[in-house]
């Protein structure tokens, strides 16, 4: 499968800004970490179904229309991000959830389970460990094998989803939104049906045109024809020319799985904390995006060292860059520093410039900054740009 192809079709589309509440469409994705980007091989060598015709604009408007539902299956995520080589012997600790960052390269194999509501299990199983989110909608417990710890979160009352305003449009008028926003910056094609998992699924293909700075090559979505529910993520990289991004489904069985599956018992000798799991929803930048004169500086810095209370934005399409505050956590081990606030600490290089000092990471796909004075500046584009956007 190439980076596009003559058998695309494409769609004619312009932009709009209006922004898609995450709560409106991660339902039909349980357990967010892993099915918001799911991804996946097709399954040998079968032949492409034959489906009725939809257009991008169909498929998406399918997507954010679906109901959830229930399911279960196998997950397969490989990650090329020009990380450098970390240490991956603890395994993925769901207990810690600063240490998550091992998921961001290689391959992870997940199972996955969800009851089309509030309940739902997540399991990362890598090597002879395994580590655990369990939900039954009131308690969430993070567990993990290797350390033989549990943490228990006491959730709030069960949402529904007149809990949050849902948009008045429809999911037509949804979708040829979302389709004007991408279409300013990208082509956005239909490709050949494909196989994922053994099911019937389109695929819709996004290509950035006319910006030879991101790093994002093209972005491939496979959407299950009968459930609408995304099968396969693949992202594509301008430095490598190969996937960066392949996440998914490898098994998918869409009936409910029994309740059992989300009720966990710690086993004996097993270290119990009472805590506090970063449950709550990020917050999102305002629809306006923020100046670097907006920042809020320390008393006596200057403008280099700013530390934005909200992310800052620069630039617009694919080869946006956003700063946002880590607070004095960079990935720095310079002075001042708190030591292993970041696991990257010791393996990026240390540079410096006009906009500062930190550590980089060059990535294939994405390109982080962490400056010693604790701001973050990340984007799908060469660290050279995020350089000119914190000496902004």
Same mark, same amino acid.
């Given at each position: 499968m190439g980076l596009g192809g003559p058998r695309h079709t494409l769609v004619n589309v312009r932009t709009s800004t209006r922004r898609t509440s995450f709560r409106w469409i991660a339902p039909a994705a349980a357990a967010g970490l892993v099915i918001a980007t799911p991804g996946l091989l097709t399954v040998g060598a079968s032949a492409e179904p034959t489906l009725p015709p939809? /257009? #991008? +604009?169909?498929?998406? #408007? =399918?997507?954010i229309a679906a109901e959830p539902v229930a399911f279960s299956g196998e997950v397969t995520q490989e990650m090329d991000l020009g990380l450098p080589a970390l240490p991956r012997d603890a395994g993925v600790d769901f207990t810690d959830p600063g240490a998550l960052w091992s998921l961001a390269s290689g391959t992870n194999t997940w199972r996955v389970w969800y009851d089309g509501g509030h309940s739902y299990r997540v399991a990362i199983i890598r090597g002879q460990s395994e580590s655990d989110l369990i939900s039954n909608g009131s308690v969430l417990w993070a567990w993990s094998s290797q350390s033989q710890t549990a943490v228990r979160t006491e959730l709030g009352a069960a949402e529904t989803p007149d809990d949050h305003s849902v948009p008045t +449009? *429809?999911?037509? /008028? #949804? =979708?040829?939104?979302?389709?004007?926003e991408l279409g300013q910056y990208s082509a956005v094609a239909t490709d050949e049906n494909v196989r994922v998992a053994g099911r019937s699924a389109y695929e819709?293909?996004? *290509? @950035?045109q006319d910006d030879d700075q991101t790093r994002v090559a093209q972005v491939r979505m496979a959407v299950d024809a009968e459930t609408s529910m995304p099968l396969r993520l693949e992202v594509y990289s301008t430095v490598t020319g190969r996937l960066a991004v392949d996440v998914g489904f490898t098994r998918i069985d869409y009936s409910t799985p029994n309740a059992s599956v989300f009720e966990f018992t710690p086993p004996p000798g097993a270290e119990v904390v009472?805590?506090?799991? %970063? *449950?709550a929803d990020p917050q999102l930048p305002t629809d306006e995006p923020m100046t670097p004169s907006d920042a809020q500086a320390t008393p006596g810095a200057d403008a280099t060292t =700013? *530390? %934005?209370?909200? @992310?800052?934005t620069m630039g617009e399409g694919w080869s946006q860059v956003t700063i946002t505050s880590a607070g004095t956590q960079g990935a720095s081990d310079s002075p001042g520093t708190p030591e292993g606030a970041n696991p990257l600490a010791t393996v990026l290089p240390h540079i410096g410039g006009d906009w500062g000092s930190g550590t980089v990471l060059d990535g294939t796909l994405v390109s982080f900054v962490f400056a010693d004075d604790g701001r973050v500046a990340f984007g799908a584009v060469a660290p050279e740009a995020l350089y000119e956007a914190l000496a902004r």
């Open positions: 939809r /257009d #991008a +604009e169909e498929i998406i #408007a =399918a997507v +449009e *429809t999911p037509q /008028d #949804a =979708a040829r939104e979302m389709l004007r819709v293909v996004v *290509t @950035p009472e805590g506090s799991w %970063p *449950t =700013a *530390t %934005p209370p909200n @992310p800052v």
